[in-house]
């Protein structure tokens, strides 16, 4: 009996951490590096550009030259783009579930949400003013 309950403790434990990282890690991290590049430009574009845009899609058609296939890989996800001051910010989301944030200014991937053990709601939480260089 006291090996059994052992067993079942351990099952939970394993399930509740597979759940918890039940992303591929491969997969997030092919999208990091693609929501990273295209913060990047989205980022750049809204600097360097003369052009102001009506809206965030404008934006980010724009800096990718309209190249939808560009976003293909975010398809199944919901990407937001928030601007803060004249910095962008890009969150991947799926089923309203943070999974990638990226601030455009800086070189890293900034947030694998999808990496917490506690699910994290699909709200930007990144301030630009705390990590971008001005």
């Not at 724009?62 to 004249?86: G, V």
């Amino acid at each position: 009996m006291k090996y059994l309950s052992l067993l079942i403790t351990t099952l939970f434990a394993v399930g509740c951490s597979s759940f918890a990282h039940s992303h591929d890690p491969e997969r997030m991290a092919d999208l990091a590096s693609q929501l990273k590049d295209i913060s990047a430009a989205v980022d750049g574009t809204l600097k360097f550009s003369s052009e102001k845009y009506l809206s965030s899609q404008a934006l980010l058609l724009a800096a990718i030259d309209n190249d939808k296939t560009r976003l293909q890989a975010f398809q199944n996800y919901q990407l937001i783009i928030e601007i803060q001051d004249n910095n962008a910010i890009l969150l991947l989301c799926e089923n309203e579930i943070a999974l990638i944030e990226d601030a455009g200014c800086t070189a890293q991937s900034d947030i694998q949400h999808w990496q917490s053990l506690n699910k994290v709601a699909c709200t930007v939480s990144i301030n630009s003013s705390e990590v971008c260089d001005f």
